[in-house]
């Protein structure tokens, strides 16, 4: 923990070029390998003036206070979350909001490794401009691919500076994308479709070999209406969609994502989001029964026993460590059901985290970042 945020650290000044600010000494080297307190560097993360100045001072910077203050003016968040380096570990979460044209940027207080119990979000910043973004998911390459249903493609967005930028865009032509998988070498891409833009049958659309373009197109023989996307550690391809706009929903899965589908589950109420855990078990969300399930590879699937009362679960994802399900509850409307996000135990389904959606205003996807390796 203490060299991750000494690295963390030092990349911030050199990155910002602040000739003001010395780089560690040898023996602030020396002290990283001390003990450090987590809470103080959960503080740290978030941007507490006082534990940046500690810190600063601890590990040898000069002018700790002009380091403080340049760092929160160009975004304290933004530089510690990505600096080019994998080394650089700053956990968050992004939501898209379909009907805002948006994406939600939430900090987690305290690395998902050191406060494992203890997980709350503070909302970050929003990203506009999108055009009614659905799914998500960070790759292992830190990542973050947004669906895009109006535009008919998939934006990639990288940290560059302290700004959250798109830096590739997948192509989907005539179709209506809603959801998105990645390897985590982002050599195999699949995007669930919705229908496509003349109301056609959904599908899943293939990117191999850094493609931008589709470079195949899996279907099925029912009516579907395509919902989640999921690629398990084999690279298989999961889909999972409904036959109709209110259900009942089904899981196929293409294996090497190429082919006939088999199917997996026969009987969802209505289709949702897909994930896989370490080791490789299928967790799928039922939205209409308001459920999540936890299969047995793709078998014997039963709800997640102690998972909170849940309106309209929707799309999930793991994060890095599969330590916790990420889940969206957009809800239905009511004044009753206050959007939120949730992180579950993928064991029992008891939330370690439950946040009211910034606004108000309906989550849909969801990706931790860093996202989960496989």
């Not at 023996?27 to 500690?54: H, I, K, M, V």
């Not at 995007?191 to 056609?200: A, D, I, K, L």
């Not at 049958?201 to 996307?229: D, F, M, R």
């Not at 082919?259 to 289709?271: C, D, H, M, N, R």
């Amino acid at each position: 923990m203490p060299t991750r945020a000494l690295m963390i650290f030092a990349m911030v000044a050199v990155a910002m070029g602040f000739a003001a600010i010395s780089r560690p000494s040898t023996a602030a080297l020396r002290a990283s390998a001390q003990p450090f307190d987590s809470a103080r560097y959960a503080r740290f993360a978030q941007g507490d003036t006082a534990a940046l100045r500690a810190f600063a001072v601890r590990f040898g910077f000069a002018h700790g206070d002009t380091a403080v203050a340049a760092l929160r003016a160009n975004g304290v968040r933004a530089f510690l979350r990505r600096q080019g380096s994998p080394a650089v570990v700053f956990p968050v979460v992004t939501t898209t909001q379909t009907f805002h044209n948006d994406m939600n940027v939430y900090g987690v207080n305290g690395p998902l490794d050191v406060r494992p119990d203890a997980l709350t979000l503070t909302f970050d910043e929003t990203i506009t401009g999108l055009m009614e973004p659905s799914g998500e998911v960070t790759s292992a390459l830190g990542h973050v691919f947004v669906t895009e249903e109006t535009a008919a493609d998939v934006k990639v967005f990288s940290y560059t500076s302290s700004n959250f930028m798109v830096t590739n865009t997948l192509m989907d032509p005539g179709e209506v994308p809603f959801d998105v998988a990645s390897s985590p070498s982002e050599k195999l891409v699949a995007v669930s479709n919705s229908m496509t833009t003349s109301s056609g049958n959904g599908s899943v659309s293939v990117y191999l070999g850094g493609a931008k373009n589709p470079t195949s197109i899996l279907t099925v023989k029912a009516k579907a209406i395509g919902v989640g996307i999921a690629l398990d550690h084999k690279q298989n391809c999961f889909w999972s969609y409904d036959t109709t706009s209110s259900g009942p929903g089904t899981i196929v899965e293409f294996v090497h994502c190429k082919g006939a589908p088999k199917t997996i589950v026969s009987t969802l109420t209505a289709a949702g989001g897909l994930a896989f855990d370490r080791g490789n078990n299928l967790f799928y969300v039922d939205q209409a029964a308001g459920k999540v399930f936890r299969c047995n590879g793709t078998i014997a699937c039963t709800p997640l026993v102690s998972a909170p009362h849940l309106n309209v679960p929707f799309f999930i994802h793991f994060d890095r460590n599969w330590k916790h399900l990420w889940l969206t509850d957009p809800g239905n409307g009511s004044p009753s059901e206050t959007p939120t996000i949730y992180a579950l135990n993928p064991k029992t389904g008891k939330a370690q985290s439950t946040t009211p959606a910034h606004g108000g205003i309906p989550s849909y996807g969801i990706a931790p970042d860093p996202g989960s390796k496989f």
